[in-house]
């Protein structure tokens, strides 16, 4: 009988993957002996904290080793993700930020002490949560069609503001005054808080932010969101247009959330981590949580996230290097 190369070659490429994997686990034996921290990359409070919360607590009971999370805000999430990517890699040091931090952050700044595609890892992508471009609720608009109209009138005399330059939200609203053809004023501060405390009273005409921080003001009125600047309409607020239906075709706009480690930790952590991670978001009562508050679980395998984190990085330095933003 004749040999069968292709049968050969399969056998090898078996072989070859089953040693790499039996090496893989002879470095992380006996993993988690230890409490795992998980960094996130912003203050307590909004969608990054809540997700690392949520992640932190849902693999401690997957992996049955306590999680911590530990907060490091500063320098739009530079702070973080260098501490981490200077971390052992063990498996004990792990990262939560949201997207934009990792693939904005490279094209904003002249030099940075890590590089976010090579000094620390995917692991797991966690959700997103689509843009709402929202207005006060004052505001003599009923729709996304009238705001643009509006603006047209007024070049250069209605602002939009954003939570700090190079911020998600400053980027995206930069981006739909561009596509729109409006001439908007970018009013800058410190977080989302403060940002929305002005656009509740009508000092500033617009902001781009996920739901999450604005939930309440929209059940109360304050505000109104106009489109979802994402391909569906969010589950949470059903009666929301996409961007598309609002009559702005090409405008989305989604942060998503992920676990990364540092360069060189195991792949048999990396790929424990993620599985773990999925068993954590495919819980029917974390789902709903989530989707309610605007929020998408993601998941899938390592791969397919660090194809997404090399496309979107792609995609938004043509988005920043249309901007013109700066912050060295």
Not at 39 to 44: D, I, L
Not at 139 to 166: C, H, Q, T, W
Not at 167 to 192: E, I, M, N, W
């Amino acid at each position: 009988m004749k040999d069968n190369p292709i049968g050969s070659i399969r056998f090898s490429a078996l072989l070859v993957g089953a040693l790499v994997l039996g090496a893989a686990l002879a470095q992380s034996p006996g993993y988690p002996a230890r409490t795992i921290r998980l960094v996130a990359g912003t203050a307590p409070g909004g969608i990054t904290d809540y997700l690392a919360r949520m992640s932190a607590e849902g693999l401690a009971a997957q992996l049955g080793a306590q999680v911590v999370v530990e907060n490091k805000a500063g320098a739009t999430g530079n702070l973080a993700i260098e501490h981490v990517a200077k971390s052992a890699p063990d498996g004990y040091t792990l990262l939560l930020v949201a997207g934009g931090n990792v693939v904005i952050s490279p094209f904003l700044y002249g030099s940075l002490p890590f590089d976010p595609l090579r000094d620390i890892v995917p692991v797991f992508n966690i959700a997103h949560a689509p843009q709402l471009l929202v207005v006060p609720g004052t505001l003599p608009v009923s729709d996304l069609r009238e705001f643009i109209a509006l603006a047209k009138a007024n070049p250069g005399k209605m602002n939009y503001a954003s939570a700090g330059p190079g911020s998600t939200t400053h980027l995206a609203a930069d981006h739909f005054a561009r596509l729109a053809g409006v001439q908007l004023v970018h009013v800058p501060y410190k977080g989302t808080g403060p940002a929305l405390a002005d656009l509740v009273s009508g000092r500033v005409q617009m902001l781009s932010v996920g739901l999450s921080p604005v939930q309440a003001h929209l059940k109360s009125g304050a505000l109104k969101a106009l489109a979802a600047a994402s391909k569906t309409r969010l589950a949470a607020l059903p009666q929301v247009p996409t961007s598309a239906e609002a009559g702005l075709p090409g405008y989305e706009m989604t942060t998503w959330f992920g676990i990364f480690a540092p360069k060189g930790t195991s792949p048999a952590i990396v790929r424990l981590v993620n599985s773990k991670m999925q068993a954590v978001i495919d819980d029917s009562k974390a789902r709903q949580r989530l989707l309610e508050s605007g929020i998408v679980p993601i998941g899938g395998s390592v791969e397919a996230f660090a194809e997404l984190v090399r496309s979107d990085t792609r995609a938004w330095e043509r988005v920043v290097r249309a901007s013109g933003v700066k912050l060295d």
